[in-house]
Each structure stands twice: as structure tokens, then as C-alpha cells.
């Protein structure tokens, strides 16, 4: 990689003037790079680096501060983990959070990380807010929706995008600046408890996957040859108890990380159509929310009736897609949850499971609000007269009729 080359394209890109530069800064490779950039091209006078945690968990974080000390600064830091547990997985369970196959998760931490970056930034007084996207994936538009909602006025600066740049030139800027880089799989990774992404949008079409890629996840024929055992309860459509202790949301999804990778569930290949409608190969782990999703759509099915679920499985799909296409603070979300969280009163339970070679298996299930009576509905008794229903089918049937006689004519 000829560097002279890339400092050349970096000089000749035009860049606003700016004095003073928020920067969401996670130690990741595109954030370290950008303090650099910021110092040597866009010659901020002052930069104010901002880390968030929201569940990357405490090696990532120590990580960041170790880096920030090399690049010498100090970020701000703030810990919105507590709020991405209870108030947006809490939310992401009860509207069975899916895209495409993807439990969202990425798709809120950064909305979460633009949300508070664009406060800081304005009552700090700076001039422009600075995040590390490419021009290729989702996060510019998340971010940059954020930002626009909760600091209109600030300069945003992308550096990644603005410049053009590869992940190998961004690689090959930071070995001739000396800036710290861990990477250890292109594209790196995006970790939460709920999910974790790995090298998004640099997995080759038939790019083989070697185990040592995984954190939670076992391949099937390292997976345990004896069944694990389990029990979640529900109240209100979140988990409160594993295995008849209560827990808060933040000590249940990793322990449900643990046991149901080691028994290979929560690997997900898939091909993602992204916000600019083009297609990646995306690789995620994420077995506490693969299992908790699995139980608590069956629930739902259990406790709700036939109609809110047919409405509510709409209600879902566009919850998931406000979240993914960066509109998670728009008014829309705010009135679909008003319409999930009253559907969730009712959906209360306790299930048994059987884990074991990458299935999750109902063993038992039981609901205070259950809508299943086989006291009635059951055939192996007499739950009613079931001659009562003649005159009702007789009904229902008459548009039918009505049909026939047409194509008769």
C-alpha cells in the first residue's frame, strides 16, 4: 500500500473549518484514526472525544481508554448501559425485533451513541460532530439522521466517507501515524449483549468461517452431546427469571450467551439488504436473543388474541425497520410503542426448554393469562354443544353460495 499516494488524496479533499470537534470516539480503528485526522488535516483547534458504553462490555472499554492515552487525549464518558438493557432491548423483545433475520442491535447502539454525542456537542459549544461510518453502510444515515434531530446546526464530519478511504488504507494510515489498532478480522467487530456483529460488509460471498471468529458460539460438533435444561419467565414481555431466580434483563441475556452458544445456537449468515438497497453477507452471534425472541413470539401466540397478533405482526416489522433505517427517534416510533407496550400486559409466562445441537426446544409452558382453554376448545371433550354451530356455519357459508350461483350463471 503506497501511502504517499493515500496522504495525497487527503490533501487534495476539501474539509469545512472547524474549531471546536465532538468526536464519538469507541478506540475502534476509524475513531482512533479521525483524532489524527482531525490534528493533521482539518486542523481543529480543540477536540472533545466522547465514549459510550452501552454493553461492549469491559475489555472493549478498556481498551478505548488505554488507545485514547497513546493518541493523548481524554474522553468524556458515559455509561448508558442500564438504558439500552431495560428501556431498548426490553422494547426490542416485546416487538420481536427483526430485519431480515437480524435482531436489531447495532441499529439502536448507534443511534443511542448519536443521541447523546449531539447533546454533549451542543452544550459543550462545538462547532461540528465527528463519527467514523463509511460511504458503504448504514451507520452514516443513523448517525447522521441523530444528529441532524438533536443538533441541527453542527458541521458533520465523516472522514472515512469524505475521504474515500478502504479499510486497508485507513490500516496503512495508522502503522505511519502510530496509531493503535487491534483489529484482528477486517471489518472488526460490533459487540453488544443482544448481538454481535462480525467484520460487516467485508465477508466474501463463499468466505469460508473459521471457529475462532466466535465469542458465544459453539460449532454443532463441538457443542456438548447432553442436553441443557433452562427456565425463562416472562412478565409483561421481558424476562424477569432464570431458572426460578429474578434478574434483571442485563445478567440474563449473558447468561443465556453462554449456555445456548455452547449449544450452538444464535449463529446467523445471512444476506442483509442494507439501507442503500445493496446487498451484504452479514455474520452476527446472538443466542440470548435468539432464544428469548423464540419464546416470547410463542407466548404472545399463547396470550394474545387472534387479531392484535395479525395487526401486531405489522406494527413489529415496521418498529424493526424504523429502528434499522435510523428513525428511532421519529414520532412514528413513539406511537407504535404506545400500541406494543399496552398489547404486552398480557403476555405473562413461564417456559421450560430444552437445549441441545442448535435447537431450542419447548418442554413446558404455563400463562396466569393464557387464552388457551382446552375445556373448551378440546375434541376429546364436550366442551359445549356443538350443534350450536350449525346455524353459524350455515351463515359463514352463504357468501360461498352466493359465488357458486354467479359462476352458474
Known amino acids: 500500500m503506497d501511502i504517499r499516494k493515500i496522504l495525497k488524496k487527503i490533501e487534495k479533499t476539501e474539509t469545512p473549518k472547524v474549531s471546536k470537534v465532538a468526536v464519538a470516539y469507541s478506540g475502534g480503528l476509524d475513531s482512533s484514526l479521525a483524532i489524527e485526522l482531525l ?3 482539518y486542523k481543529a483547534k480543540k477536540i472533545l472525544p466522547i465514549t459510550i458504553d452501552v454493553g461492549q462490555g469491559a475489555e472493549e472499554v478498556f481498551e478505548s481508554k488505554r488507545k485514547a492515552k497513546i493518541l493523548k487525549i481524554k474522553p468524556l464518558f458515559f455509561d448508558l448501559r442500564k438504558e439500552f438493557t431495560e428501556v431498548w432491548i426490553a422494547r426490542a423483545v416485546q416487538a420481536n ?4 433475520g437480524y435482531p436489531v442491535s447495532t441499529s439502536m447502539t448507534r443511534q443511542i451513541v448519536a443521541r447523546k454525542v449531539a447533546e454533549v456537542a451542543r452544550a459543550q459549544g462545538c462547532d461540528a460532530i465527528l463519527e467514523g461510518s463509511s460511504g458503504k453502510g448504514n451507520d452514516q444515515y443513523r448517525m447522521h ?3 441532524k434531530l438533536f443538533a441541527p446546526e453542527l458541521k458533520i464530519l465523516v472522514p472515512v466517507r469524505d475521504f474515500d478511504l478502504t479499510r486497508l488504507e485507513e490500516e496503512a494510515l495508522c502503522r505511519a501515524w502510530d496509531v493503535p489498532v487491534t ?28 471457529d475462532d471468529i466466535w465469542m458465544w458460539y459453539w460449532p454443532v460438533e463441538k457443542s456438548p452431546d447432553e ?10 414481555g421481558v424476562p424477569t427469571k432464570l431458572n426460578d431466580k429474578r434478574k434483571p434483563l442485563g445478567e440474563i441475556i449473558p447468561a443465556l450467551n453462554v449456555i445456548g ?14 439501507i442503500m438497497d445493496l446487498k451484504s453477507r452479514e455474520i452476527y452471534e446472538a443466542p440470548g436473543a435468539t432464544i428469548i425472541l423464540k419464546l416470547h413470539r ?36 413513539y406511537d407504535l410503542d404506545a400500541f406494543i407496550e399496552t398489547s404486552q400486559k398480557v403476555v405473562n409466562g413461564k417456559y421450560r426448554i430444552k437445549l441441545f445441537k442448535g435447537n431450542v426446544e419447548i418442554v413446558h409452558r404455563e400463562s396466569r393469562t393464557s387464552l388457551f382453554l382446552p375445556e373448551i376448545r378440546s375434541i376429546k371433550i364436550t366442551g359445549f354443544d356443538q350443534r350450536r354451530c ?20
Not at 97 to 100: E, F, G, N, R, T
Not at 187 to 210: E, H, V, Y
Not at 398 to 409: D, H, S, T, V
Open 227 to 236: 442436553p441443557s435444561f433452562i427456565t425463562l419467565e416472562f412478565e409483561k
Open 298 to 333: 410463542d407466548l404472545e401466540q399463547l396470550c394474545l388474541t387472534k387479531d392484535e397478533i395479525q395487526v401486531k405482526k405489522g406494527i413489529d416489522q415496521k418498529w424493526a425497520y424504523l429502528i434499522y433505517h435510523g428513525m428511532a427517534y421519529h414520532p412514528l416510533r
Open 183 to 210: 483489529e484482528m478480522i477486517t471489518g472488526g467487530d460490533d459487540k453488544t449483549m443482544w448481538c454481535r456483529s462480525i467484520a460487516s460488509g467485508a465477508i466474501d460471498l463463499n468466505q469460508p468461517l473459521p
Open 145 to 147: 439522521n441523530v444528529f
Open 261 to 274: 452458544g455452547m449449544h450452538s445456537i444464535g449463529k446467523i449468515d445471512m444476506f442483509e439488504d442494507g
Open 390 to 409: 350449525a346455524d353459524a356455519a350455515f351463515v359463514r357459508g352463504l357468501p360461498f353460495e352466493i359465488l357458486a350461483k354467479r359462476k352458474m350463471k
Open 39 to 41: 490534528r493533521r488535516k
Open 97 to 100: 425485533s427483526d430485519y431480515l
